[in-house]
């Protein structure tokens, strides 16, 4: 079955950088785009950026370019998120979340359990 | 970005109760709308893409509507597992973007 299963919990000072990964399996990785989402604690859901299908390109959000890259290895089935520069208000769980279309609409359909990054001096 | 705002942000309810939750869209998104329901210490899961099509092994309590800017999500018969938070998503432009959730309750 479809899995995306994620690193362990990380824990950085400000100014620093993190690398989180998500290994999927049960489909090939670079069959479909994956996402980042993230979610700050008592908030709701933020949209980080997504790695395309066939690691074609990259978008993120505004709030992220210039601080995150997006990669996947297809050798490990492994997609990777970086985020630099870190603040304490990324402090967050973040998620992968696999991005196919149906009837035309993207939309998430499998997500890993996240990943709790605390920044914090 | 495209704004999506839902209501309630909590409501309360019972065991075998209706519920609706909206979400609005800033400008047209058409269908472009998904519905994603939230447990603490778990994966997210898709209920509902395309603003009213069933996901595969969803129970059929829950229902979308809409299209344009204004949305619903019905879950008919609330059931214990239903208790959890629900986010509607534009995925209308390449900048998807999310409601601020809404925490169903047991009254």
């Known amino acids: 079955q479809i899995q995306l299963v994620q690193s362990g919990a990380e824990v950085k000072k400000p100014g620093a950088s993190v690398k989180v990964s998500c290994k999927a399996s049960?489909?090939?990785?670079?069959?479909?785009?994956i996402s980042w989402v993230r979610q700050a604690p008592g908030q709701g859901l933020e949209w980080v950026g997504t790695?395309?299908?066939?690691?074609?390109?990259?978008n993120s959000a505004q709030n992220f370019q210039g601080r995150v890259t997006m990669t996947a290895d297809t050798s490990t089935s492994t997609a990777y998120m970086e985020l630099r520069s870190l603040r304490s208000d990324d402090t967050a769980v973040y998620y992968c979340?696999?991005?196919?279309?149906?009837?035309?609409?993207?939309?998430?359909?499998?997500w890993g359990q996240g990943i709790l990054v605390t920044v914090s001096s | 970005d495209i704004q999506m705002t839902q209501s309630p942000s909590s409501q309360s309810a019972s065991v075998g109760d209706r519920v609706t939750i909206t979400c609005r869209a800033s400008q047209s998104i058409s269908t472009y709308l998904n519905w994603y329901q939230l447990k603490p210490g778990k994966a997210p899961k898709l209920l509902i893409y395309a603003a009213s099509r069933l996901q595969s092994g969803v129970p059929s309590r829950f229902s979308g509507s809409g299209s344009g800017t204004d949305f619903t999500l019905t879950i008919n018969s609330l059931q214990p597992e239903d208790f959890a938070t629900y986010y509607c998503q534009q995925s209308y432009n390449t900048w998807c973007t999310f409601g601020q959730g809404t925490k169903l309750e047991i009254k």
């Open positions: 979340a696999r991005e196919v279309y149906r009837a035309a609409i993207p939309l998430f359909d499998f």
């Open positions: 049960g489909y090939t990785l670079t069959n479909h785009g």
């Open positions: 790695i395309s299908a066939y690691n074609v390109k990259t």
